[in-house]
Every structure is written in C-alpha cells, then in structure tokens.
C-alpha cells in the first residue's frame, strides 16, 4: 500500500495498492522533490474515466515502469473532481501547449510546481506516433538530469504564459437583446438540424444551452429557439446516450447520432439533464420531456444515492464482460444482440429487436447493439413494451454492475437537489422532493463548517480535506434557492445567502467584480484559476452569477444584485462567439433581462388547496429566473412575503419585477399569464 490508502476519494484509492510510490498532492510531496533533487510526475484523472484505468493497468501497475518511477520522479496522483482548481491549473497549460487535453493528464513539474512537459494517455509501447510511456520518462530524465537550465527556462516561459492570461474584465456591462440574439444566432449556425444538437462527433448533451433556449423563447416568443430544444432533447431521448431500459444518460455520444455512447454516467450530467426535461415539459408539455425527467429523476435515486443521502459522483463507463475472466469492458453493462434478447424474452425478442433497434450486424462492438428508440412507422402495445422493459432490466441487474464513485462532490449535489426539487413539485412526487431535502441537509451537516465554508467532497459521512471551489457555493446556494422556493422553508435560503456572502467576499474581484475559481483564502497554485465558459458543468464564474441573481431577488439586496451584474459582464464578449461554451451564462443573462420576476404567494396555511394552486402555479410559470417564496402574510422566513396580506380573506399572488408590481390575484389562471404562461 502507498500513501493514497488512507484518502477518501475512489480514484486515490483505485491506485493505492500500485507498486508506484505515490503521494496525494501535499507540500510534503513537493518538499519531498527538492529534498531528492526529483522533478514531479503529476498523474490527473478520475475514476471512471476509461483511459485512466487503461493506463493504470498497463503502466501503474506495472513493477518495471514502477521501480523506474520511483527511482527518479516524485509522483503525485490528483483526483479532478476533488481538486478542480489544481486540474484547471495544468490543463491550462497542457491546452495552451499542445491545442488539446483531456485524462488521464500527465504533466512533469519541477518540485516548485512548475509544469515543463505534458500529455495525456501514454501506451505502454510505442504506437500510433505516441511515444511510450518509458520512452517519455527516460526523455523527462535525461532532460533533468543533462539539460537542467533549458528545463527551467521552459516552466519559467510557461508559468509567465499563464499569468498573462488574466480575464480583462474591467468596466464590463451585461449582455442585453443584441448580444443574446447574436447567441441564439450563433447557435443556429452550429446547429445540426437533421439530429439534434450542436457540432459534430463526439457530442455532448448541451443541457446549459437548452436552458438558454427554453428561456429565451419565454422572454422572445422564439419559436426557433424553442424548436432546437425540443428537437434535440427528443434526438438525445430517443438515442443510445439515453438508458432506454433504467433510465439516466451517458456522458456523450461518440457519434453525431447520439447512437453509441460514452458509457459512463455523470450525477452532474443527470441533474442538469433532469431539469433541463422538466422545463422543456413546463414549456410544452410534452409527454416525453415528462417520462425522460421522471426516468432520469429516479435512476439518480436509485442508482446514485448514498447512505448518507447525498449523491454519488458518477457510474464507470466500464464493467466486468461476465465471462468468468475478469476482464473489464466498456459498455458491458448495457448493450444486447438478438440472442441475448431471444433468451430473455422468447417469442417477445423480435418485437423488441425491433422496438430498440437491435440488429445482427450490431451498432456497438462484436455484434451488440445499444438499446434506442429509432423513429418508425406503427404502433406498439404499450403494455407489451413495459413488459419487455422490465424483464430486460431484470436480465441486466444480473449482470456486474458498473462501479460506482460513491464521493458526494458539494457543487453536483447542489445540482441534483435543484433538479430534483423542482421536478418533484412538478410532477406532485413528494419522494423527489425529500430526496433532495435529504441530500441539501447532508449538504449543511457535513459539509458546511461553523463560518458556511463549504468543503468539496465527503464520503461515507467523512468529510474530505479539500476546501470548496466556487463551483461548489454557487451551485449548492442555487439547489438551496430551488428548495426554499418548492417547499416553504425559507431557512434554504438563508444558507444559500451565507454560501453567498463568501462569494462575495473571498471570490470576487473588489474593483472588477470579475470572479475566481479559489477563494482568495485558498492554496496558492503557479496560478488563481479563472474560468468563465461553462463545459460540462456551469463554471463557478456563471452558477455565482445566477445564484447572487435570485438571491437578490429573494431579498432586495443591492450588493448582490451589483455583484451578478458585474459578473455577468463576462458574458457579453463570450455569448456571440462561443455560446456553446457560455449556455448558463446566457441562461442567466435572461433571467437578468426578463427581471427575473419576484413571485410572493400567501394563504391561512401551506395546505390550504387555494394556496397550493397559487404556488404551483408560480412553480409553473416559464418566466426566466423567476423566483417563488411561499407562506403565511405572519411569515418572517421570506422578505417577498413582508407586507403582503391575504386578498379578501384568500390566499393570493403577488409578481414584482424592476421595482413595480402587479395588482394581486387570487386567480391561477392571472397568475398563470402573468408569469408567461
């Protein structure tokens, strides 16, 4: 055993029985490095990352590539999902040095942390125009050994490139009408309208960008806008990213088809995936947005919840083949051939070949296809296809099942509470709703400390070494916000404004309003991570923005709303170049100009059937942003409900927006048209 035994993410510990001597990223590891004269061997990654476990087994494992390891470097093993801001550091530099990146991520550092060579995957033996893995250490050796001066010319050239780098941020506006319409415009151009989505293979489902586009033709009437959302959520739903059989979507799509995908499963991509359904059906009411949010809503309960309450991180793409061999195989899970069916559902198989478009030639490896939903002429028995479903998954459970990263990441559990509060309220499944009550409180009693600082990881009710990133306050403060509107309880809130007084005070910018990924407080890196483009996830820089929005208009506060504003600045230059890459910036950016509305409901009591209308009605509204504060006129838990009697001894709404209110209603239906609807 290494010294990664004793650390509290899988990843670490997938590695810790390696003959490599491996330390987590510490002061003493690099101490270490000067102490030897070693340079650094940084390995990044995460564990289900299908890569990482390739070279893992053929290098990590190996004792010859691990003796020479330890002979000459210091290695250090990082889990990404742990460490964001150490990842975000050198994948900069690996971008900014080869034009791509990507995990595993490997990355030689002189023992000031000083990056000088880098890559990604490295085979054991040479192959393709890669190098091998040994070629590239006897490189990194030599380079050290005989070249020393070169080698820190070069992390000196590096560390100044990156310096440079910083975001200018000064005196930057918000995005109004023009630039949002020239986001919409250039995501029409990227648009590929005959599947679905944006760009070409791999692709990725674009969850950010549909909430921008659901918004926009809330606040614009866009039909074009609301076309691409549909459309592609429908594409993505009928394809094999999505788990026709349990529900929950892959990563991406290795084609531009959505047919075979990356077979991991992200909480993250699962969440935003949830509510972006849940919206599109608040939108259209599309029977099919409802199934896939509910589907996706209760293979995160199912399959990602720990015993703690809160939500794994993410299922490996990888499983055991179950052919006694012990070999692990990329979608072994969840794909099928005809015989596989045959066996399972007798005289059933053909139709269900042809349901899911099963096929002897396959759509995967080796003959096996990925469950779909192809588009085709007839109909079939519902009550057959359920039937089917549900033998099928029955046959699936008992095979190996994927390993599961059961690490609780703070800002992907305050996804997944928003996504799950609000498509319980939707959908009136109280279950939805406790489960992310339960996560949001697991969230408080273990994550936050005395001052509302907010750790980044915990596991099996351990809570991890690593402080929170501004992902996490920012994600965690909007799941928050999404509760206290659903349930009534506005305590939600008032954490959610404690999470949001570090971002205020530890993140940003006092004279540009710009935001950092660390906490001025935190660990100092070659360089304060600053990423405003939202990827796989909303940036830090773009979830703070959102969550200061709605909080200050929950509350009224100046500072808050300034701060959003200012942040937002960064999303005026982006949104018409990159809006793939700016989707929740721009989803914000028209809560921004949509108010967003303030929506107060009052009633004698929460369970008066006048006052549930009125709040679900709230809940309901397609205004962009909007926030919903629920209670009786006595209440002292929201400041919307301050000043706001019943109207003629009934419950009623109240809508505000930039300082002007509407009359109060006691009718859904006014409420209704006054929040879009």
């Known amino acids: 055993?290494?010294?990664?035994?004793?650390?509290?993410?899988?990843?670490?510990?997938?590695?810790?029985?390696?003959?490599?001597?491996?330390?987590?990223?510490?002061?003493?590891?690099?101490?270490?490095?000067?102490?030897?004269?070693?340079?650094?061997?940084?390995?990044?990654?995460?564990?289900?990352?299908?890569?990482?476990?390739?070279?893992?087994?053929?290098?990590?494992?190996?004792?010859?590539?691990?003796?020479?390891?330890?002979?000459?470097?210091?290695?250090?093993?990082?889990?990404?999902?742990?460490?964001?801001?150490?990842?975000?550091?050198?994948?900069?530099?690996?971008?900014?040095?080869?034009?791509?990146?990507?995990?595993?991520?490997?990355?030689?550092?002189?023992?000031?942390?000083?990056?000088?060579?880098?890559?990604?995957?490295?085979?054991?033996?040479?192959?393709?125009?890669?190098?091998?893995?040994?070629?590239?250490?006897?490189?990194?050796?030599?380079?050290?050994?005989?070249?020393?001066?070169?080698?820190?010319?070069?992390?000196?050239?590096?560390?100044?490139?990156?310096?440079?780098?910083?975001?200018?941020?000064?005196?930057?506006?918000?995005?109004?009408?023009?630039e949002l319409a020239q986001a919409l415009l250039g995501l029409t151009r990227e648009y590929d309208a005959q599947r679905g989505g944006f760009g070409g293979a791999p692709k990725f489902p674009p969850s950010m960008v549909i909430e921008f586009l659901l918004r926009h033709h809330a606040r614009t009437g866009s039909e074009g806008a609301l076309q691409m959302a549909a459309d592609t959520c429908e594409r993505m739903a009928r394809g094999g990213l999505y788990d026709q059989l349990g529900g929950g979507f892959a990563r991406y799509s290795v084609d531009r088809d959505w047919i075979v995908p990356h077979f991991e499963k992200m909480l993250y991509d699962n969440a935003l995936l949830c509510r972006a359904y849940a919206h599109l059906w608040r939108a259209t009411g599309s029977e099919l947005a409802r199934r896939v949010a509910l589907e996706t809503a209760d293979f995160m309960v199912r399959e990602l919840r720990t015993h703690e309450?809160?939500?794994?991180?993410?299922?490996?793409?990888?499983?055991?083949?179950?052919?006694?061999?012990?070999?692990?195989?990329?979608?072994?899970?969840?794909?099928?051939?005809?015989?596989q069916l045959g066996e399972v559902l007798g005289a059933d198989a053909d139709l269900a070949a042809q349901y899911f478009g099963v096929t002897e030639a396959g759509t995967?490896?080796?003959?096996?296809?990925?469950?779909?939903?192809?588009?085709?002429?007839?109909?079939?028995?519902?009550?057959?296809?359920?039937?089917?479903?549900?033998?099928?998954?029955?046959?699936?459970?008992?095979?190996?099942?994927?390993?599961?990263?059961?690490?609780?990441v703070a800002a992907w559990n305050g996804l997944a509470v928003a996504a799950l509060a609000e498509t319980g309220a939707y959908?009136?499944?109280?279950?939805?709703?406790?489960?992310?009550?339960?996560?949001?409180?697991?969230?408080?009693?273990?994550?936050?400390?005395?001052?509302?600082?907010?750790?980044?990881?915990?596991?099996?009710?351990?809570?991890?070494?690593?402080?929170?990133?501004?992902?996490?306050?920012?994600?965690?403060?909007?799941?928050?916000?999404?509760?206290?509107?659903?349930?009534g309880e506005g305590v939600w809130l008032e954490f959610a404004g404690l999470l949001l007084d570090h971002v205020l005070v530890r993140f940003a910018d006092p004279e540009t309003g710009s935001l950092y990924d660390t906490a001025s407080d935190a660990e100092r890196l070659i360089r304060r991570p600053q990423d405003p483009t939202d990827n796989a996830t909303p940036s830090g820089w773009t979830a703070a923005a959102g969550a200061l929005l709605s909080y200050a208009a929950h509350t009224g506060s100046e500072p808050h709303r300034t701060a959003a504003?200012?942040?937002?600045?960064?999303?005026?230059?982006?949104?018409?170049?990159?809006?793939?890459?700016?989707?929740?910036?721009?989803?914000?950016?028209?809560?921004?100009?949509?108010?967003?509305?303030?929506?107060?409901?009052?009633?004698?009591?929460?369970?008066?059937?006048?006052?549930?209308?009125?709040?679900?009605?709230?809940?309901?509204?397609?205004?962009?942003?909007?926030?919903?504060?629920?209670?009786?006129?006595?209440?002292d838990e929201f400041p919307l409900l301050a000043a706001r009697p019943l109207v003629g001894g009934e419950a009623a709404a109240y809508v505000c927006r930039n300082f002007t209110c509407d009359a109060p209603t006691t009718d859904p239906e006014r409420l209704k048209s006054a929040l879009g609807g």
């Open 565 to 635: 504003e200012r942040a937002l600045g960064v999303v005026r230059p982006l949104g018409p170049r990159v809006p793939r890459f700016i989707g929740w910036g721009l989803a914000v950016a028209e809560a921004f100009l949509d108010g967003p509305r303030e929506v107060a409901v009052v009633g004698p009591d929460q369970q008066d059937p006048r006052t549930t209308a009125l709040h679900r009605t709230a809940l309901l509204g397609v205004a962009p942003g909007a926030v919903v504060a629920v209670g009786t006129p006595e209440s």
């Open 1 to 178: 055993m290494n010294r990664l035994a004793h650390e509290t993410s899988p990843y670490l510990l997938q590695h810790a029985d390696n003959p490599v001597d491996w330390w987590p990223w510490s002061a003493e590891a690099f101490a270490r490095a000067r102490e030897t004269n070693r340079p650094v061997l940084l390995s990044v990654g995460y564990s289900s990352c299908h890569w990482c476990h390739v070279m893992a087994h053929e290098s990590f494992e190996d004792q010859g590539t691990a003796d020479y390891l330890n002979e000459h470097f210091v290695p250090i093993k990082v889990d990404r999902e742990e460490r964001p801001d150490v990842d975000a550091v050198y994948m900069e530099a690996v971008q900014a040095a080869t034009g791509q990146g990507g995990w595993p991520m490997t990355v030689f550092l002189t023992p000031d942390a000083e990056p000088f060579y880098f890559g990604t995957y490295f085979p054991p033996a040479p192959r393709h125009g890669m190098p091998s893995f040994r070629q590239v250490l006897e490189g990194v050796r030599g380079a050290w050994t005989d070249r020393r001066d070169e080698v820190a010319e070069v992390a000196g050239k590096i560390v100044r490139d990156l310096a440079e780098r910083e975001i200018s941020h000064q005196g930057a506006r918000p995005p109004g009408e023009q």
């Open 364 to 408: 995967f490896e080796h003959g096996q296809s990925v469950l779909q939903l192809p588009q085709q002429e007839g109909v079939f028995d519902a009550e057959k296809v359920e039937s089917i479903k549900r033998r099928l998954l029955a046959r699936r459970a008992e095979r190996p099942a994927p390993g599961r990263d059961d690490k609780v």
């Open 309 to 339: 309450g809160g939500f794994a991180s993410a299922l490996d793409a990888d499983s055991d083949d179950g052919t006694g061999t012990g070999k692990h195989v990329e979608g072994a899970y969840y794909v099928w051939t005809p015989a």
């Open 427 to 487: 959908f009136d499944r109280p279950d939805l709703v406790e489960a992310a009550v339960g996560a949001a409180d697991l969230l408080v009693r273990l994550h936050l400390d005395d001052h509302a600082r907010i750790a980044r990881t915990s596991r099996d009710g351990r809570v991890g070494a690593n402080a929170g990133v501004l992902e996490d306050y920012g994600d965690v403060a909007e799941g928050f916000m999404a509760l206290a509107s659903v349930t």
